[in-house]
């Protein structure tokens, strides 16, 4: 049976660079399909054209099926990457920021795509995650809905200790739970190394002793001042230098928002996690991965969105064991979680409900005109 997965959002920097992950990785077979979702219009339709075209000419060998589909509820997709919506930019400069504008494009996905294929396993890239996957589980089981936040935010933490230990990421696994945001809380506990020295399990151990003394908080406030001191005069050299200086989980919190900031998105590391996700999801191996996902009540009793590691598979996520938490811990998720819930509800009751979107009639289907890259 052949695989089908849809980007929604192709036509941006995220979704052109994830579609060169997927066919590179080798996961997908001849006869697979890989679909190209613009947002319906000829403008965009223009856009995803070139990149069909370079994208046939770079993986044609592998036979996999490369589509554009320019109507949103146009396709049918076991896996829909949702990459769609506004970016970061100096009008909207954190990912909390792009809800007022992007919660009208989840609410259009989620009616016209996630209604019509509730057998689909939904991947969320688009900003704020916690809203996108807030909205779509509002319309589609719980379980089949992933924000790849908490995956691209423990890969930075684990790449960070490495990086301070001097080896490679692979011999590295953290976890980072809670906000892919200010509220993440990258959690020293759950660090392991997969192989290393003695030598190494005693920089760890240096390195956690050094995190304990300071609350991250106090860390990040620092060091964010620091940054937005030298992005202002233009020393991005200098920015991404303080944060070289400082520990592993206050760098992974204000290191992305210097790249962010220069190039409005960051698309390698953002497909490479989604990436992860997919894999996971077509192996069904039992990896660890970690996702932004709605509870119920199954971990600190928490009722809503939160970052927590999983596993997945073709029918969705499991929560893994969180035995890795002290009390303290425990307490930073709870209070991460809860300002999430705070933040969605915020974001749903002081967003204007006049629609974003235009749409044209095209064979009986509407196609939607407000569907834009994302980071």
Not at 74 to 95: C, K, L, N, Q, W
Not at 245 to 272: F, G, K, Y
Request: neutral net charge; aromatic residues 4%; charged residues 20%.
């Amino acid at each position: 049976m052949s695989v089908r997965i849809a980007i929604l959002g192709a036509s941006g920097a995220v979704g052109g660079t994830l579609a060169g992950h997927i066919l590179r990785s080798g996961l997908l077979e001849p006869q697979d399909h890989l679909m190209l979702a613009g947002h319906g219009t000829s403008s965009n339709e223009r856009r995803l054209m070139p990149t069909h075209v370079d994208l046939r000419d770079a993986f044609d060998d592998k036979r996999v099926h490369i589509s554009i589909v320019p109507d949103i509820d146009g396709f049918e997709a076991d896996i829909v990457v949702v990459a769609a919506g506004a970016t970061v930019s100096a009008e909207h400069p954190t990912r909390r920021d792009l809800a007022a504008v992007n919660l009208p494009v989840f609410r259009q996905i989620a009616s016209t795509c996630a209604v019509r294929l509730p057998g689909a396993l939904f991947i969320v890239v688009s900003n704020p995650v916690e809203l996108a996957v807030q909205v779509l589980t509002e319309v589609v089981d719980r379980r089949r809905v992933i924000g790849m936040g908490a995956q691209q935010d423990s890969l930075r933490f684990a790449r960070a200790i490495a990086t301070d230990l001097d080896i490679s990421r692979r011999q590295v696994r953290a976890s980072v739970f809670g906000e892919d945001g200010l509220h993440m809380v990258p959690l020293w506990q759950s660090v392991e190394l997969l192989a290393g020295s003695q030598r190494h399990e005693a920089l760890l151990a240096r390195l956690t002793a050094r995190a304990m003394e300071i609350p991250l908080t106090k860390r990040v406030a620092d060091l964010t001042a620091a940054v937005g001191r030298h992005v202002a005069a233009g020393r991005i050299a200098d920015a991404y230098d303080a944060t070289r200086r400082a520990l592993p989980d206050a760098r992974i919190i204000v290191e992305p928002t210097i790249t962010a900031r220069s190039i409005h998105s960051t698309p390698n590391a953002t497909a490479n996690a989604t990436l992860h996700l997919i894999a996971a999801a077509l192996t069904a191996d039992r990896r660890r991965v970690h996702g932004q996902v709605r509870l119920a009540g199954e971990a600190l009793y928490i009722d809503g969105v939160c970052g927590f590691p999983i596993t997945i598979g073709r029918k969705g996520w499991r929560l893994l064991d969180i035995e890795c938490l002290d009390d303290v811990g425990r307490t930073a998720v709870v209070n991460s979680a809860a300002a999430i819930s705070s933040f969605v509800s915020g974001a749903v009751a002081d967003t204007s409900t006049t629609p974003l979107f235009a749409t044209r009639p095209n064979g009986g289907h509407h196609e939607l005109a407000a569907l834009q890259e994302t980071c």
